[in-house]
């Protein structure tokens, strides 16, 4: 697992996971580039894109998948970029970022803050992060009439917000704001997750209105050695 320190910026972090894992770096950025190639709204005014990355079961790895795709939506340094951690049960993004805990997307679902008290700008300066919050609850949160507004203020600040989501089938999924936003990308743990599982699961979600995106099988080991592969 790589992590995003303090002083790394976006463009050296996307370079270190190309470096790693390449075609799944290579997917990040090029979906990172569909999704701000169509940024014109009505009237021709700007509207920022909203998605979410969501694993089937808890420690697949959506956090980290998350956090690659908004580095790599950030690596150019042209676009507005921010990383919402709505995965209240258990933070990551703070800490990925080295980032103290602090008040954010709990209370401002709650309305004790605004957006720009829990913005958190890291390097580059196109990137933004908002954590969990200090003491966010996890149930009940994530309604519809408060969720439209914080949409709106994110969609009409940044060309692409990326949310880390709690698991799509467990008890804290965030279904509500999943169907606000424009897709979720989904994280499938290899040789956990089974398949009749997945595909109760997307059709699950696709009758709630939520729009699938894709899938990353993350995790997958590698049973064939690489002095074989390369002969393959």
């Given amino acids: 697992m790589i992590r ?5 910026s976006a463009a050296s972090y996307a370079g270190r996971i190309a470096a790693n894992v390449t075609s799944v770096s290579d997917h ?4 990172a580039r569909s999704l701000l190639s169509n940024m014109d709204g009505d009237g021709g005014s700007v509207v920022g894109k909203a998605v979410g990355v969501a694993s089937l079961e808890s420690r697949a790895g959506a956090s980290t998948i998350a956090a690659h795709l908004a580095a790599a939506a950030a690596a150019d340094g042209r676009d507005q970029i921010a990383l919402v951690d709505a ?3 258990r933070p990551s993004v703070s800490s990925r970022f080295r980032q103290a805990r602090s008040a954010g997307f709990a209370e401002w679902l709650e309305g004790v803050i605004e957006m720009e008290d829990c913005l958190i700008c890291v390097a580059p300066q196109n990137l933004s992060v908002i954590g969990a919050g200090l003491k966010p609850r996890v149930r009940g949160v994530f309604q519809e009439e408060t969720l439209g507004p914080i949409l709106g203020r994110l969609r009409g600040r940044f060309d692409l917000t990326v949310f880390d989501l709690p698991p799509a089938d467990g008890p804290t999924a965030a279904d509500g704001l999943s169907r606000m936003l424009d897709g979720i990308l989904l994280v499938i743990e290899a040789e956990r997750v089974r398949r009749e599982t997945a595909v109760r699961t997307v059709r699950k979600l696709r009758e709630q209105g939520v729009h699938i995106l894709g899938a990353v099988l993350n995790k997958r080991p590698d049973h064939i050695p690489d002095w074989l592969y390369r002969r393959i």
């Fill in 28 to 31: 990040f950025e090029g979906l």
């Fill in 87 to 89: 995965h209240l049960a």
């Fill in 4 to 8: 995003l320190r303090k002083n790394v």
